[in-house]
């Protein structure tokens, strides 16, 4: 059987104006490998509802399971959860086991519960949380649909406590083979190999060093022994290759 | 009259894998911001055809200008110049201009021309070529999309062949207000900045530092002014803010 699908969604202007470079999908795309959940897609869009509407219903609709990232703070500009909801179709306000979480940890550190921290404790009707050991304001998810923070350590733990409960696949191998030629040399032969091996995914991932061009040629599947027997051909075909 | 758009389609199996973290999306945002193109929304999709071409037809139609990275090297996964061909409805082959592009740099390099390397002079027709500086291989634009390579350098190198091409708007200008305060503490008063400024965007973006929470508040615009006058209210409104 395939392996199960994703796509991610993340969310906000800071990341499309340059301001900040995107770290979550990164390690989401890792994390994904790892339990062999097949990352299809990743869309970026900007700080506006009906973008964010339509980007996780289509992402919704597209895979088995969609990660998003970013906008569930307490400010004007965090407003993911509410779109989430609106495009899943849920009701949305302030609810009970979200706003203790929020409360017992505003508590301990003696800090008052207002009126824009209680905005974090809007959830979607149906949706269950997700832990966020940094700073108490949890994530839900709702559907196929996981709402994350985009601060890179709260997306972290909270990714932590999730994967576990997702169905993962066959765990996705890879293997590298490095030839010191250019790709243009390479090309024949890596096309008839990616015919034979139609199982895998091969990849040719050109570079540049010391004014010479290389290429890392990556090998990916579920099948080692497959993986293997393909490197091995493709090693005796460049005997200069370091695999 | 608003900014021009702009949408980016990253192609690539290598970035959905977790194996490489992208830099061109990054690079592409910090130089639009620049020149005044408002970059709206990022894909990224493996190398697919059919992901390829549907991605290519969306952001064609959604915004005034698209710009893709990888999938144009000589290897059998580069499929990125037949696929923006099948969206845009245009034919595809060996173009006479590209191939002597090709073979006067492999010419020089005492290189030989082979049927791989021949793939990369595979333009649309009407497409204009853009240069590359680094490796020959060309690049194209047809129509709004502007089709480059994904190795970051030469991503860098076409861009900035481009750039100049194109139409940009009023560049947008920001300027960073650091708050040691907790976002749960500034929503309040920067939500009502955000509606005294709709000509603004106002983000927040929280950090943690030595245990300590505070949050940078961007504003971003055209006009300059008015970014100064919300950014001096936001200072006079917490006076321990670093402007």
Redesign the interface.
């Known amino acids: 059987m395939a392996n199960p699908t994703a796509g991610m969604l993340v969310i906000?202007?800071?990341?499309?104006?340059?301001?900040?470079?995107?770290a979550n999908?990164?390690?989401?795309?890792?994390?994904?490998?790892e339990v062999g959940i097949d990352?299809?897609?990743?869309?970026?869009?900007?700080?506006?509802p009906d973008?964010i509407v339509d980007a996780v219903r289509a992402l919704s609709g597209a895979y088995d399971q969609v990660f998003t990232s970013g906008g569930i703070?307490?400010?004007?500009?965090?407003i993911t959860a509410d779109c989430v909801a609106t495009a899943m179709g849920a009701s949305i306000d302030v609810r009970e086991d979200a706003r203790a979480v929020l409360q017992a940890h505003y508590d301990r550190q003696g800090?008052e519960m207002?009126?824009?921290?209680l905005?974090?404790a809007r959830i979607p009707d149906g949706a269950c949380l997700i832990d966020n050991p940094?700073?108490a304001a949890p994530g839900f998810s709702i559907g196929n649909v996981h709402v994350m923070a985009g601060?890179p350590?709260i997306f972290k733990a909270m990714l932590e406590t999730l994967l576990p409960s997702l169905t993962g696949g066959d765990p996705?191998m890879?293997r590298t083979v490095r030839i010191l030629r250019?790709?243009?040399?390479?090309?024949?032969p890596?096309?008839a190999l990616?015919?034979e091996f139609p199982g895998l995914?091969?990849?040719?991932?050109?570079?540049?060093m010391d004014g010479s061009?290389g290429?890392n040629i990556?090998l990916?599947g579920t099948d080692a022994s497959m993986i293997s027997k393909a490197a091995d051909q493709l090693i005796a075909a460049f005997p200069d290759s370091i695999g």
Chains 1, 2 share one sequence.
């Open positions: 906000g202007d800071e990341i499309l104006s340059g301001r900040t470079r995107d999908m990164y390690h989401l795309a890792g994390c994904l490998t990352l299809q897609e990743a869309r970026t869009v900007s700080d506006n973008a703070g307490p400010t004007h500009d965090d800090i207002n009126e824009a921290r905005r974090m940094v700073s601060v350590t996705v890879s250019a790709e243009g040399e390479i090309a024949g890596l096309g990616a015919t995914s091969i990849g040719s991932y050109p570079f540049q061009f290429a990556v990916r």
